[in-house]
């Protein structure tokens, strides 16, 4: 990010998929003034608890602004690239949730998040699938209470694989 020479910085992570729309939405949201945006979510839903997750992920964010703990996904956050500077981007030390303290970080510095209805990323659950959605749920869970409780996580407080070559669907 600090090589980039555009005027917005987008961040996804490995499981998203862009609807054709994506690039031309955002960058209309950025024309009429958007300098902090994430937007609610799709998944590649086959089963029930695909579509429960989808409610619990997009009615958080929704709850979330509502109570003033407004948080754009890592993998879903587009923003100016001077704000971006100007906080200094993520704090490359915390290991889990940087997106949280990177989110409050922004808001601190007088920037509201904008959360658009559309376009909506999809996001692939492979992680539910292969480990299990109680299990991944409750990372979640254990995540979010070390934040609120003792701030960011710096140390590794659980297994938590990076990249999407560990939840392959194939099982390559």
């Not at 917005?8 to 958007?34: E, H, K, M, W």
């Not at 579509?51 to 890592?74: D, M, P, Q, Y």
Request: charged share 20%.
């Amino acid at each position: 990010a600090g090589h980039a020479r555009g005027a917005n910085l987008i961040f996804f992570d490995a499981d998203i998929q862009l609807p054709v729309n994506y690039l031309s939405g955002i960058a209309t949201a950025c024309v009429r003034g958007g300098v902090f945006l994430t937007t609610y979510f799709d998944f590649d839903m086959q089963f029930f608890m695909d579509r429960c997750i989808k409610v619990i992920f997009n009615l958080g964010t929704w709850i979330s602004l509502h109570i003033g703990a407004e948080v754009a996904v890592g993998g879903n956050i587009v923003i100016k690239k001077e704000v971006f500077d100007h906080v200094h981007g993520f704090d490359e030390s915390i290991r889990y949730a940087e997106d949280y303290s990177f989110t409050q970080k922004v808001i601190e510095s007088g920037f509201a998040l904008t959360v658009l209805a559309s376009p909506r990323i999809r996001f692939s659950l492979r992680r539910y699938h292969r480990e299990g959605y109680v299990r991944v749920l409750f990372k979640q869970f254990l995540a979010t209470c070390h934040l609120f409780m003792w701030g960011p996580i710096r140390s590794e407080i659980f297994e938590y694989k990076m990249g999407g070559k560990h939840y392959d669907t194939l099982g390559k």
